[in-house]
């Protein structure tokens, strides 16, 4: 297993579900977790590997599934969080909408765009009030775009709108921190690797095939 977690390419919510099942993975198969996912080359000549590799990704799924079992009240806070954000998402669209016609200024989605973040101001917001509206109405009588990477959280909204002018403000709707989220993201991403892995043994050649063709 390597030693320094600074190196691993996952976030730390991936790498605390790692390292919870990495014990039961290690006694039971005999294989380092973070190992054969870091380095899925070293493992991919021993016998039965595909299977091996298919069985742990059942267990860590399992693992996972568990310990979503144990945390409903989060997920029922964030599903809350979420309906309140999507709301908030809808009214701002409509109100930024209404603003850029009123100004005469474009709103534009691009795809991607190249920016210096760091001069960004940041504004998070995760309710509307008399304050927000007055803001976006001083946002836009002073940009010459706004750009909208709004984004979907599941079935969510999560409005995310650029205001550019001689300082470029970023007004963003965002979703409490929520353990069961994190939970879900670390799924997801972990998902995601494992997919990785098993697309790299069944390409460099099953061991399993070779032990069939052996027999």
Same mark, same amino acid.
Do not use: H
């Given at each position: 297993?390597?030693?320094?977690?600074?190196?691993?390419?996952?976030?730390?919510?991936?790498?605390?579900? $790692?390292?919870?099942?990495?014990?039961?993975?290690? &006694?039971?198969?005999?294989?380092?977790? #973070? /190992?054969? %996912?870091?380095?899925? !080359?070293?493992?991919?000549?021993?016998?039965?590997?595909?299977?091996?590799?298919?069985?742990?990704?059942?267990?860590?799924?399992?693992? $996972?599934?568990?310990?979503?079992?144990?945390?409903? &009240?989060?997920?029922?806070?964030?599903? #809350? /969080?979420? %309906?309140?954000?999507? !709301?908030?998402?809808?009214?701002?669209?409509?109100?930024?909408?209404?603003?850029?016609?009123?100004?005469?200024?474009?709103?534009?989605?691009?795809?991607?765009?190249?920016?210096?973040?760091?001069?960004?101001?940041?504004?998070?917001?995760?309710?509307?009030?008399?304050?927000?509206?007055?803001?976006?109405?001083?946002?836009?009588?002073?940009?010459?775009?706004?750009?909208?990477?709004?984004t979907t959280y599941k079935t969510y909204n999560l409005g995310q709108w650029?205001?550019?002018?001689?300082?470029?403000?970023?007004?963003?709707?965002?979703?409490?921190?929520?353990?069961?989220?994190?939970?879900?993201?670390?799924?997801?991403?972990?998902?995601?690797?494992?997919?990785?892995?098993?697309?790299?043994?069944?390409?460099?050649?099953?061991?399993?095939?070779?032990?069939?063709?052996?027999?």
């Open positions: 297993m390597a030693e320094n977690d600074e190196e691993m390419p996952w976030s730390e919510n991936a790498d605390v579900v $790692i390292e919870g099942v990495s014990q039961t993975i290690n &006694d039971k198969y005999g294989v380092a977790l #973070k /190992d054969i %996912l870091t380095k899925p !080359a070293f493992y991919v000549s021993k016998k039965g590997m595909e299977t091996t590799f298919s069985n742990i990704r059942e267990e860590v799924g399992n693992y $996972i599934q568990e310990l979503a079992k144990s945390m409903d &009240d989060d997920r029922k806070n964030m599903e #809350k /969080d979420g %309906l309140k954000c999507d !709301a908030v998402t809808k009214q701002l669209a409509q109100n930024i909408s209404m603003q850029a016609k009123q100004n005469n200024i474009p709103i534009i989605k691009p795809a991607s765009m190249d920016r210096n973040t760091d001069n960004d101001e940041v504004i998070y917001v995760n309710n509307i009030d008399n304050g927000v509206m007055a803001l976006l109405a001083k946002l836009s009588a002073n940009s010459s775009f706004i750009a909208d990477f709004s650029l205001f550019d002018g001689q300082k470029n403000f970023l007004i963003s709707v965002a979703m409490e921190p929520n353990p069961y989220m994190d939970l879900d993201s670390a799924k997801d991403e972990i998902n995601m690797i494992m997919d990785g892995v098993e697309g790299y043994f069944k390409s460099q050649g099953s061991s399993d095939e070779g032990q069939e063709k052996g027999q």
